[in-house]
């Protein structure tokens, strides 16, 4: 079992930043890869940002916006937002994936982006 806890969501204005944080424990031996998904309000749930190994994935729209990394030390891996547009809000979901098992999701932080 993996066990994913996030933190760092809240209420941030257009243009400002965020950092999400996702701290994995358990049996993280066997995680290749994680990430970070996003559903906004009537919407399926798309990717944002995955680490496998070295390589990193982001989606076109937060190119240059977000950017993700780890920390092996902490099982930690981090989601820094900037220039925080309206339409990135949304439940932000760590994700988790092995090779053995179903991905495992955390719980969910909520970032919302208004004036």
């Known amino acids: 079992q993996v066990q994913l806890v996030e933190s760092g969501g809240g209420l941030v204005q257009p243009g400002g930043s965020l950092r999400l944080s996702c701290a994995a424990s358990?049996?993280?031996?066997?995680?290749?890869?994680m990430g970070w998904y996003r559903q906004a309000p009537g919407k399926q749930r798309e990717l944002v940002a995955t680490i496998t190994g070295g390589a990193i994935r982001y989606a076109d729209s937060v190119k240059g916006r977000f950017t993700i990394s780890g920390d092996n030390a902490e099982n930690t891996v981090y989601l820094q937002m900037n220039s925080l547009k309206p339409e990135d809000t949304a439940v932000y979901y760590c994700?988790?994936?092995?090779?053995?098992?179903?991905?495992?999701w955390g719980q969910g932080t909520q970032v919302t982006v208004s004036s």
């Open positions: 358990g049996s993280i031996l066997r995680i290749y890869s």
């Open positions: 994700n988790a994936e092995t090779y053995i098992t179903a991905p495992y």
